[in-house]
């Protein structure tokens, strides 16, 4: 049955009495994984030996800072994750991602992360930085947990399951990190490694660029993301970059 949300990633199939072995038409069933059909979507130039270093769709320019910054961790602990993968009937997604996970030996498909929903009483301040964004509709601020060993492989980003759905309005996606970098954390937005980063630290990019993440350090990582339809304010808040004093918001 189609779930009411109506997410691309789903088909709009129900078995017939009687069935045999059909299966259900769907572009990525024509590519060896659901994350091939996804680059199709972006215009990036995935070549593998570009140099991204200045690529104007990853932008590292923007910085909180402040006594509330260095203390966030005290809003963010004790963290309580939800739900990490939103699976639904008759979700292609999920039959494309764990029958590739299958073939190449990943043994489950909890590995990416946890998450908890930005909470403007118990996170004042992370909401400060939302609101300061001004996003005009569709924000989704989230704050993610990164474990010791947890990953998430090379992908072009889908927002299969957004408000907005599958990109019907322009994205922007911002990632603020809640802790200073440690040794065996490590980001990839296109060819360009993201490391050494301080709390605070954002990183703003096109939805358009793949990137992977990992951590392979001693400590679990802690990142605020947003994800929304921007106003004009928002682009130019981005593009203006620089330090923004979060005790004064």
């Given at each position: 049955m189609k779930n009411e949300k109506e997410n691309i990633s789903e088909f709009n199939w129900?078995?017939?009495?009687?069935?045999?072995?059909?299966?259900?038409?769907?572009?990525?069933?024509?590519?060896?994984?659901?994350?091939?059909?996804?680059?199709?979507?972006?215009?990036?130039?995935?070549?593998k030996y570009a140099d991204d270093t200045n690529n104007p769709d990853i932008n590292l320019s923007l910085k909180f800072r402040g006594n509330a910054i260095d203390n966030?961790?005290?809003?963010?602990?004790?963290?309580?994750?939800?739900?990490?993968?939103?699976?639904?009937?008759?979700d292609i997604k999920a039959a494309m991602v764990s029958s590739w996970y299958m073939r190449n030996r990943?043994?489950?498909?909890?590995?990416?992360?946890?998450?908890?929903?930005?909470?403007?009483?118990?996170?004042?301040?992370?909401?400060?930085?939302?609101?300061?964004?001004?996003?005009?509709s569709g924000i989704n601020p989230t704050i993610m947990e990164k474990n010791i060993g947890q990953w998430e492989g090379w992908h072009v980003d889908g927002h299969t399951g957004h408000p907005n759905g599958y990109r019907q309005k322009p994205l922007v996606r911002c990632i603020i990190h809640l802790q200073d970098w440690q040794f065996g954390q490590m980001m990839f937005w296109g060819t360009k490694p993201v490391v050494q980063w301080k709390a605070g630290d954002s990183l703003n990019y096109d939805i358009k660029?793949?990137?992977?993440?990992?951590?392979?350090?001693?400590?679990?990582?802690?990142?605020?993301?947003?994800?929304?339809?921007?106003?004009?304010?928002?682009?130019?808040?981005?593009?203006?970059?620089?330090?923004?004093?979060?005790d004064l918001l």
């Open positions: 129900v078995l017939p009495k009687g069935h045999k072995n059909e299966f259900p038409d769907h572009p990525c069933l024509a590519y060896d994984s659901y994350y091939d059909w996804l680059d199709t979507f972006s215009d990036y130039h995935f070549d966030i961790m005290d809003e963010v602990l004790p963290f309580e994750p939800e739900q990490t993968k939103n699976i639904y009937k008759n990943v043994g489950t498909m909890d590995h990416v992360g946890y998450k908890q929903t930005v909470d403007p009483e118990k996170h004042p301040t992370l909401q400060k930085i939302v609101d300061w964004f001004e996003f005009e660029v793949p990137h992977c993440t990992a951590n392979c350090s001693r400590f679990k990582r802690y990142s605020l993301r947003l994800t929304g339809v921007p106003s004009e304010n928002t682009l130019a808040k981005i593009a203006a970059g620089g330090e923004i004093n979060v």
